[in-house]
């Protein structure tokens, strides 16, 4: 009988931890992470940083990338809806094609919020999370203006050729990309300080969709050849690092050498590729993102929605997606370059010598 009993106890225990484990697997929050393509460096940190930030606060994550398939990341939150996530982040490809499926993650309860990207035409987004993207257009004028010194190019009979490759007609923030960039130099275009060649200056002649760095190297390939054959182009004001390598290649293909004739080419992401570019000469610049930070503030807005609280908000005017304006935080963007990305990244910890092989 007291063996009996022994094992009457032992199997109430064993149960108690059971239902315990079962009790802690049910209560557990689980995060939808839905971002846009592992094609760039960008998003594979993005995803790496918001997983890892979530997991330290003891939340559970399902992070899912789509490769720029807007059907497939329509799916992938159809089942994170299906699998009742307790709330969702995302990135879109294109949100357009989102608003059903986020109406349904409305319909369930299940808060959406907007990462990067802001999501269009829907009133089911609670809070959006990304970079100042006009203020990434603004820097990448301004340096392009410094390092040129286009505010005195007229009275010195100066002049610089100059062609855009601006960001995706279904990325929101391209267009307040594109508005940053003209703020600064649609002055110059107009007094004849910068020269546009093609004559594409407007968001739609110098939009590139999907942010496509084949697309980007196809068209400068196009301009050199048919535009800047007794002439060389000076300036290549591009949105996106993949964008600038895809600039890089059309310029050695048609000659162009570092220390000569080299273009000042921009880019966006300060990715590793873009970085070693800096360093070697073939980047002039790259607008630093931090997406440590941007996750760390993505995450405050996921705690705020579980607990009801107010996450740390700094913009309440500009982010209108055409049914609410998105209480948003914009983290500011800092431009890069061979002066100063010593500071920058690798002693903020983003990127090791080793990495950038020095």
């Not at 070693?276 to 995450?299: E, F, H, P, W």
């Not at 935080?329 to 100063?340: E, F, G, I, Q």
């Amino acid at each position: 009988m007291k063996r009996l009993n022994a094992l009457i106890v032992i199997a109430f225990a064993i149960g108690m931890v059971f239902t315990s484990c079962s009790e802690k697997k049910t209560t557990k929050k689980v995060v939808g992470v839905a971002m846009p393509t592992q094609s760039s460096e960008r998003w594979i940190n993005d995803g790496a940083n918001m997983k890892s930030q979530l997991e330290a606060k003891g939340y559970a994550v399902e992070l899912q990338y789509a490769e720029d398939d807007v059907q497939l990341q329509v799916s992938q939150i159809e089942n994170l809806i299906a699998k009742e996530v307790n709330c969702l982040v995302v990135a879109a490809i294109d949100s357009t094609a989102l608003i059903n499926v986020l109406a349904e993650a409305k319909e369930k309860g299940i808060p959406v919020i907007a990462y990067d990207r802001l999501l269009m035409d829907t009133d089911a987004v609670s809070y959006y999370a990304t970079f100042d993207n006009k203020g990434v257009g603004t820097a990448i004028a301004k340096y392009i203006e410094e390092e040129k010194k286009l505010s005195t190019a007229k009275a010195e009979g100066r002049s610089y050729t100059i062609e855009f490759f601006m960001g995706s007609p279904d990325d929101n923030n391209a267009l307040f990309l594109y508005n940053g960039v003209m703020e600064v130099l649609k002055q110059y275009l107009d007094n004849g300080v910068l020269i546009c060649k093609t004559g594409r200056t407007s968001f739609d002649k110098t939009c590139i969709l999907r942010w496509s760095q084949e697309t980007a190297q196809q068209w400068c390939e196009n301009y050199l050849s048919g535009f800047y054959a007794d002439e060389k182009l000076d300036i290549a004001c591009s949105a996106f690092d993949g964008f600038a390598y895809g600039i890089r290649s059309a310029c050695e293909s048609a000659g162009y050498k570092v220390g000569v004739d080299w273009p000042l080419i921009t880019g966006q992401d300060a990715e590793l590729m873009a970085t070693k570019n800096i360093i070697s000469g073939y980047q002039t610049m790259s607008i630093y993102k931090d997406t440590r930070l941007l996750a760390s503030k993505c995450v405050t807005m996921v705690e705020a929605l579980f607990t009801g609280s107010i996450p740390e908000i700094n913009d309440t005017k500009q982010y209108n997606n055409g049914k609410l304006i998105v209480p948003s935080y914009l983290c500011t963007p800092v431009a890069v370059d061979l002066k100063n990305y010593e500071q920058i990244i690798i002693d903020g910890g983003y990127y090791t010598k080793e990495q950038l092989g020095l």
